[in-house]
């Protein structure tokens, strides 16, 4: 399972569906295919182990389902409560197809927080599962009761010592983060590493499930899911191996530097005059202001609707009918570091924002500036 807090904007949770504990509960459009998945392959086992008819199956189905949901859930809640027992604010639950992940509103401050997070949602697990092996001895063998509590004390089980593995975005690839961290006293590094070892156990779980397939000890319908959930994990190990590498150039961001002039002119000014008057400035990049009659900026230019304007007609379209005002978009303090603006970002995803000084307009960045900055081998549109 995934606890989640990255500088870009936050997946679609999904739909609400209430709070737990005061933490927002989310449920994602991909339940449904795991719903149906889970409640028709585990009818088929209940109707062969159990003798019973083809409705009781279903419903026995649906109910494991509803079961491991509750497991999956009690194991986000295990992250979520112990950040906040730490001060970190949690944003929700968000249960999907392959589990769920918790999001948080920041990284935990110190390594040894990060490891009591981290193993938070394995212990709840291994507990729940603990406790399903006893109530799976204690429970009368065929029976039904006694076939839903193995189910639970084998899912547990699985989630606890799978996620345990020292790979991001597992949990213990988390645990494993906070050690180097904790040894080297950099955050990034430790990202680094749990990443690269997250991609080894993608490539050992896909390696693992095709052997397993082929010995006839894992049934075929279950290769693909297993597969699915290495891809997964692959993609999240190299997301966070590149999210380690742009978090370590925060510090370069300078929005006095990074940020473009404003280059102001009048309200009615026709687009292509304006053009022709930035091109003929100091910086041909700056930012186009439109101001009011007293000469204060009242909104900006967009330059993907400037852009979509043909030249033809440009003579003939005020700046007005291609800017924003400036009431509607997001502002940054001049001052702010880096780690202020990725958070601003975050909370705040749009294309330009307004640098100010007091009440004054100095500049305005672009976020593919910012993105190029923070990725500048990567290829950004302007």
């Known amino acids: 399972m995934e606890q989640k807090q990255t500088p870009r904007p936050s997946r679609r949770p999904g739909l609400t569906v209430g709070r737990v504990f005061g933490v927002p509960l989310h449920l994602n459009g991909s339940m449904l295919l ?11 086992f209940a109707r062969r182990q159990l003798d019973l008819s083809q409705f009781a199956g279903y419903l026995i189905g649906l109910g494991f389902v509803v079961s491991l949901l509750g497991s999956v859930l009690l194991h986000e809640l295990g992250h979520a409560l112990t950040a906040r027992r730490h001060g970190i604010g949690v944003r929700g639950i968000t249960l ?17 927080v990060d490891l009591l997070v981290s193993l938070a949602g394995p212990a709840v697990s291994a507990v729940l599962g603990v406790a399903a092996v006893a109530a799976t001895l204690a429970l009368p063998d065929g029976t039904l009761a006694n076939q839903l509590a193995f189910q639970l004390a084998v899912s547990n ?23 180097v961290w904790a040894l080297t006293r950099d955050r990034h590094t430790g990202t680094e590493v749990a990443g690269w070892v997250g991609r080894a156990v993608a490539l050992g779980t896909a390696a693992l499930a095709v052997v397993l397939t082929l010995n006839r000890l ?27 590498r742009i978090s370590r150039r925060f510090p370069l961001i300078d929005l006095a530097r990074l940020a473009r002039p404003v ?24 930012a186009l202001a439109v101001t009011d009659a007293s000469g204060r900026p009242v909104a900006l230019v967009d330059p993907a609707a400037a852009d979509a304007v043909p030249p033809a007609r440009r003579p003939w379209i005020a700046v007005d ?30 294309a330009q ?17 910012l993105a190029q900055l923070l990725e500048p081998k990567r290829k950004m549109n302007t």
């Open 34 to 44: 795991l719903t149906l998945l889970v409640t028709v392959l585990y009818a088929e």
């Open 96 to 112: 999907e197809l392959l589990g769920g992940y918790t999001e948080m509103e920041r990284d935990a401050p110190t390594p040894r």
């Open 157 to 179: 089980v699985i989630v606890a010592v799978f996620n345990i593995l020292p790979g991001l975005p597992l949990d213990g690839g988390r645990a494993l983060r906070a050690a």
């Open 218 to 244: 894992l049934a075929p319908l279950a290769l693909p899911l297993t597969l699915l959930v290495a891809l997964t994990l692959w993609r999240g190990a190299g997301q966070s191996v590149r999210l380690a």
């Open 263 to 286: 280059y102001p002119v009048p309200t009615g000014t026709p687009l292509a005059e304006a053009q022709r008057r930035r091109a003929e400035g100091a910086r041909p990049d700056a």
């Open 321 to 350: 009918a291609v800017s924003r005002s400036l009431a509607g978009l997001p502002a940054l303090p001049a001052g702010l570091d880096g780690q202020g603006v990725m958070e601003a970002v975050r909370t705040h995803p749009g």
């Open 353 to 369: 924002y307004v640098v100010t000084a007091g009440e004054d307009v100095v500049g305005v960045l672009h976020i593919a500036d």
